[in-house]
């Protein structure tokens, strides 16, 4: 117990809490989960046209016209937000700052595997996890997926005489029949998936709120991206803890962490030792 | 000309009816009914030559040929006294008319001591507000349904459509050339509507307001969506289903359901079909057949290209035959999202079970 205390310390001593997502990382979650928001709420009255809460809905905005404009208005602030995601990315690479941690790889599967071993009991380890973990990339790579499809298939319904001056006609019903598809599947893969990850899992409960402070704690960094964790301040992989061995050992350690400010530490630059 | 007095006894009478034909019998009640009998009245209204002068210089026959009257709906039930109460004396009561449209629009109003259902329906349709607008020419009562040989209309569709032709004749013309009209011309055919199938009977409604075009679509679809009565001529009883479910039915379908009024810009059944002049969807000269869909769809996308008009499936479902790009996405999401959902709510649940073990 005080072996492992005295090597937290080390650990903790470096920061309480790091710098997780930046502004611009934040109003961009913000902005897409207001615009996924309305434009579900406003999208899927139109494709369960039949449903009593649709025409609720519906004549509550001010009729089906309505419900379209706001529709659009907030599909071109997704499609800026996407220009603008883009943007970031491409200005990181010319400041040198890109990193791969969102890159799909070869372990992430080999992670999930792992997890899933873990998971049903055959091995008593987690996957150790960098930035972003398997589970997250998932969703990463779901949204730009899922938001080029919305993008293309929606601008198709929006200008359909402008997409049949080069394609056959029949890509409007199927953009259409793929418009409301990948909306649904959206939606059900937030409610069960992004929901149970950031809010209603134990690991998590009452809510992962880093993306909206751009924080997060000392352990949780520890615990759920140690690669990440190792990376920023240093120090032996095999140092770490292991929740499922020694949970009450995190948690002691968690305790024995000295108050200290918050860093200015981001994932580019290892805080300060 | 205020207060003008008019005798209505400027004929002799000539005696005896003018028998021609089988004639039913007067109602058992004839003879009790206060007032003039029938003989008193034939007296002068049976000589073809009587006639009134009115003030306008127009002259209205007086003659009434009882044979008419009595093959007529009303001819076993009624005698002339039952309608025509005020003129019970001898002379008449003198009228306060003009023109001798003034004087069918005073005498129909004795229809509506019988039928005063019809006739507050009357009231209430676009014809009276014709009226009300100051066109004393828009129908009354005896005008459709004349006033002594009044036949059950209902009965002949193809009585009805000539009724409305009086006025309406070259909607007529259009709809005797139209696949509906056509068929009742030809061969009588008793689905096929005719105008008051659409338009309604004695509370008919304008045909341009917002409100009837929304409606226009179930109109539409009370026999087109019929099942047993379109398989009859080999035509699809899918068109309303796959015309609410498309871009233009579903706005429409909103429409309708909206509590205020509005104009819908989208297309209803009759904007592609046509209207009165509807043909079969294989006609040649029908606006949705495949050669003439582009001008058509161009009506309202002008910028439309050659490859437009195939974005609209003809009412069709997809399927792996027509339209397999659309019945392949469809079915993709179908499976996938399932699929999707059973897994992630798999890894989930495997992800719960280890944490309560590790409690």
């Given at each position: 117990m005080?072996d492992?205390a005295?090597r937290?310390?080390?650990?903790?001593l470096?920061?309480?809490?790091?710098?997780?997502?930046s502004?611009?990382?934040?109003?961009?979650?913000?902005?897409t989960m207001v615009?996924?928001?309305?434009l579900?709420?406003?999208?899927?009255?139109?494709?369960?046209?039949?449903?009593?809460?649709?025409?609720?809905?519906?004549?509550?905005?001010?009729?089906?016209?309505?419900?379209?404009?706001?529709?659009?208005?907030?599909?071109?602030?997704?499609?800026?937000?996407?220009?603008?995601?883009?943007?970031?990315?491409g200005?990181?690479?010319?400041?040198?700052?890109?990193?791969?941690?969102?890159?799909?790889?070869l372990?992430d599967?080999?992670?999930?595997?792992?997890?899933?071993?873990?998971?049903?009991?055959?091995?008593?380890?987690?996957?150790r996890?960098?930035?972003?973990d398997?589970?997250?990339?998932?969703?990463?790579?779901?949204i730009?997926?899922?938001?080029?499809?919305?993008?293309?298939?929606?601008?198709?319904?929006?200008f359909?005489?402008?997409?049949?001056?080069?394609l056959?006609g029949?890509?409007?019903?199927?953009?259409?029949?793929?418009?409301?598809?990948?909306?649904l599947l959206a939606?059900?893969?937030?409610?069960?998936?992004?929901m149970?990850?950031?809010?209603?899992?134990p690991?998590?409960?009452?809510?992962?709120w880093?993306?909206?402070?751009?924080?997060?704690s000392?352990?949780?960094?520890?615990?759920e991206?140690?690669?990440?964790?190792?990376?920023?301040?240093?120090?032996?992989?095999?140092?770490l803890?292991?929740?499922?061995?020694?949970p009450?050992a995190?948690?002691?350690?968690?305790?024995?962490?000295e108050?200290e400010q918050?860093g200015?530490?981001?994932?580019?630059?290892?805080?300060?030792? | 000309?205020?207060?003008?007095?008019l005798a209505?006894?400027?004929?002799?009478?000539?005696?005896?009816?003018?028998?021609?034909?089988?004639i039913?019998?007067?109602?058992?009640?004839?003879?009790?009914?206060?007032?003039m009998?029938d003989?008193?009245?034939?007296?002068?209204?049976?000589d073809?030559?009587?006639s009134?002068?009115?003030?306008?210089?127009?002259?209205?026959?007086?003659?009434s040929?009882?044979?008419?009257?009595?093959?007529?709906?009303?001819?076993?039930k009624?005698?002339?006294a039952d309608?025509?109460?005020?003129?019970?004396t001898?002379?008449?009561?003198?009228?306060?008319?003009?023109t001798?449209r003034?004087f069918?629009?005073?005498?129909?109003?004795l229809c509506?001591?019988?039928?005063?259902?019809?006739?507050t329906?009357?009231?209430?349709?676009?014809?009276f507000?014709?009226?009300a607008?100051g066109?004393?020419?828009a129908?009354v009562?005896?005008?459709?349904?004349?006033?002594?040989s009044?036949?059950?209309?209902?009965e002949?569709?193809?009585?009805?459509?000539?009724?409305?032709?009086q006025?309406?004749?070259?909607?007529?013309?259009?709809?005797?050339?139209?696949?509906?009209?056509s068929?009742?011309?030809?061969?009588?055919?008793p689905?096929?509507?005719?105008?008051?199938?659409c338009?309604?009977?004695?509370?008919?409604?304008?045909?341009t307001?917002?409100?009837?075009r929304l409606?226009?679509?179930?109109?539409?679809a009370q026999?087109?969506?019929?099942?047993?009565?379109?398989d009859?001529?080999?035509?699809?009883?899918?068109?309303?289903?796959?015309y609410?479910?498309?871009?233009?039915g579903?706005?429409v379908?909103?429409?309708?359901?909206?509590?205020?009024?509005?104009w819908?810009?989208?297309?209803?059944?009759?904007?592609?079909?046509?209207?009165h002049?509807?043909?079969?969807?294989?006609?040649?000269?029908?606006?949705?057949?495949?050669?003439?869909?582009?001008?058509?769809?161009?009506?309202?996308?002008?910028d439309a290209?050659?490859?437009?008009p195939?974005?609209?499936?003809?009412?069709y479902?997809?399927?792996?035959?027509?339209?397999p790009?659309?019945?392949?996405?469809?079915e993709?999401y179908?499976?996938?999202?399932?699929?999707?959902?059973?897994?992630?709510?798999?890894?989930?649940s495997?992800?719960?079970?280890?944490?309560?073990r590790?409690?």
């Open positions: 005080t492992i005295m937290s310390r080390r650990a903790t470096v920061q309480r809490e790091f710098v997780r997502f502004v611009g990382q934040r109003l961009e979650h913000l902005l615009c996924f928001g309305v579900l709420l406003t999208g899927l009255p139109q494709k369960f046209s039949d449903a009593s809460i649709s025409i609720w809905v519906v004549n509550s905005l001010g009729g089906i016209d309505n419900v379209r404009f706001v529709h659009r208005v907030f599909a071109t602030v997704f499609i800026f937000s996407a220009f603008y995601h883009v943007g970031a990315i200005l990181s690479l010319i400041r040198g700052k890109f990193n791969l941690s969102m890159a799909p790889s372990r599967f080999v992670d999930a595997l792992v997890m899933l071993r873990y998971s049903v009991g055959l091995s008593n380890s987690k996957p996890f960098g930035r972003y398997y589970r997250q990339k998932f969703e990463y790579w779901g730009v997926y899922g938001g080029i499809i919305m993008i293309v298939t929606g601008l198709t319904l929006w359909p005489t402008y997409a049949t001056r080069i056959p029949e890509v409007v019903p199927a953009a259409k029949e793929m418009h409301t598809g990948e909306a939606l059900l893969v937030i409610v069960t998936w992004h149970y990850s950031v809010i209603l899992s690991s998590h409960f009452p809510g992962d880093s993306i909206f402070t751009g924080k997060i000392h352990e949780k960094i520890k615990e991206h140690p690669l990440e964790y190792i990376a920023l301040v240093g120090g032996d992989l095999e140092e803890p292991d929740r499922a061995q020694t009450a995190v948690a002691a350690s968690s305790r024995d962490g108050p918050a200015e530490s981001t994932n580019d630059e290892p805080g300060k030792g | 000309m205020g207060g003008l007095a209505v006894l400027s004929v002799l009478a000539r005696a005896g009816f003018a028998s021609a034909g089988r039913p019998d007067p109602p058992a009640s004839a003879q009790a009914t206060a007032g009998s003989e008193e009245c034939l007296r002068c209204h049976s073809p030559n009587a009134l002068s009115l003030p306008s210089g127009e002259t209205i026959s007086l003659y040929d009882p044979a008419v009257f009595r093959r007529s709906v009303h001819g076993d009624l005698n002339c309608c025509h109460v005020r003129n019970q001898v002379p008449h009561p003198s009228l306060n008319v003009v001798a003034d069918h629009r005073a005498e129909y109003e509506k001591r019988c039928h005063f259902e019809n006739y329906r009357t009231l209430d349709s676009m014809h507000d014709v009226v607008a066109n004393a020419y129908p009562c005896t005008d459709c349904h004349t006033a002594h009044v036949m059950r209309l209902a002949s569709h193809v009585q009805i459509a000539k009724t409305c032709s006025c309406h004749g070259a909607i007529y013309d259009d709809y005797v050339q139209s696949v509906h009209g068929a009742l011309q030809s061969e009588g055919n689905d096929v509507p005719v105008c008051t199938t338009h309604g009977v004695h509370n008919i409604q304008s045909a307001t917002a409100a009837f409606a226009s679509v179930d109109m539409c026999c087109h969506a019929s099942k047993g009565l379109m009859k001529y080999g035509i699809s009883s899918n068109v309303l289903k796959t609410l479910n498309d871009f233009h579903k706005t379908g909103f429409y309708q359901k909206q509590s205020s009024e509005v819908a810009e989208t297309p209803v059944c009759f904007d592609c079909h046509g209207v002049n509807i043909t079969r969807v294989d006609d040649p000269n029908s606006p949705v057949i495949k050669e003439n869909l582009l001008p058509t769809c161009r009506r309202c996308h002008p290209t050659a490859n437009f195939s974005a609209w499936l003809s009412h479902e997809p399927s792996v035959n027509r339209a790009i659309v019945f392949f996405v469809r993709y179908r499976f996938l999202i399932p699929v999707m959902i059973v897994g992630l709510i798999m890894h989930i495997l992800d719960l079970w280890r944490l309560a590790n409690r």
